[in-house]
């Protein structure tokens, strides 16, 4: 799944493409899940209203139109966007169709724009969707009102990450921030880099944190997050940026993926173990622990 860098860069993609366009059919294809909206509605409050901006909330984008509805739209595992017109891009899952002719086998919801664009998505495994809802009341989806803060907001500071931490005082701290109730779109790549730049262990439980620790891992966060921004999302065989292109950040990775090389701040060798159920980068000398034995540096 794509974490919050990722889907950024599809927002700030689309926002520079639809905005001002209005959609004007909608064709649904052999998935009705992907589409699960009434005709009624669709007909009331999507077509012919133009598009206000794109937004995204954690790892879900949303389309707000003039008629006060939005698309909601979740690209889960292999969910593909594709604009067609002067110019076209594609992000989402990379293969065949965003270069191809479209609508194909995988397309499940073809947009048309009163100008001739096209917005397609795409999905092989049928797991995402795009749904309708009136814009007042997508804060009371489900998913929405259980979500935690956004990382990369002004608004979100080293005390609120804090008092959400406290909710899981005695989980690991890989755990926690991966909780998508404690805080938005940390996925597991983001995970193992910030707790790396904080030289906190994986496996630290919550409760034992100095607020220092916890301020140190909310700027290794941000910093974390928005470099991934800056480069387009990781590199990952099931995601690329909003140009159609893979994303760079993983060239710039210092644990993830890393095991067995060099640590690039104190030369030990990244490990690679098991927290929170997840395979998970470390280094063990700088990023000490009571569970583990500290290695000795070469």
Not at 90 to 117: C, I, K, Q, W, Y
Not at 245 to 250: E, H, L, Q, T
């Amino acid at each position: 799944m794509p974490e919050l860098p990722e889907v950024e860069t599809v927002r700030r993609g689309l926002q520079s493409l639809i905005v001002g366009k209005i959609p004007t059919k909608a064709m649904v294809f052999d998935s009705p899940k992907s589409f699960p909206n009434a005709l009624t509605d669709v007909e009331q409050f999507l077509y012919g209203a133009t598009v206000k901006s794109v937004r995204r909330r954690a790892k879900v984008l949303l389309i707000d139109l003039s008629s006060d509805y939005s698309l909601v739209i979740h690209l889960k595992m292999t969910g593909q966007l594709v604009f067609v017109g002067d110019q076209r891009f594609a992000a989402g899952h990379p293969n065949d169709s965003m270069v191809g002719v479209l609508p194909d086998r995988s397309t499940r919801v073809e947009l048309t724009f009163t100008d001739g664009t096209h917005l397609y998505f795409n999905d092989q495994r049928k797991f995402g969707w795009v749904k309708l809802f009136p814009t007042i009341e997508v804060p009371n989806i489900d998913f929405m009102k259980k979500v935690g803060p956004e990382p990369l907001l002004d608004d979100f500071t080293p005390e609120i990450l804090y008092e959400r931490l406290q909710r899981r005082k005695k989980s690991i701290i890989k755990a926690a921030i991966l909780d998508q109730t404690v805080l938005a779109g940390v996925g597991n790549i983001y995970a193992d880099e910030s707790l790396w730049g904080a030289r906190i262990h994986p496996e630290t439980r919550v409760g034992d944190l100095s607020r220092d620790e916890i301020t140190k891992l909310h700027h290794e966060i941000r910093a974390v997050m928005n470099l991934s921004i800056e480069k387009g999302g990781s590199t990952n065989k099931n995601y690329v940026n909003a140009e159609g292109k893979k994303g760079s950040y993983m060239e710039f990775a210092n644990v993830f993926r890393r095991e067995g090389q060099a640590c690039n701040r104190c030369g030990a060798v990244i490990t690679k173990i098991r927290a929170a159920g997840r395979g998970t980068h470390v280094c063990l000398y700088c990023q000490t622990s009571p569970m583990r034995e500290q290695p000795v540096l070469p």
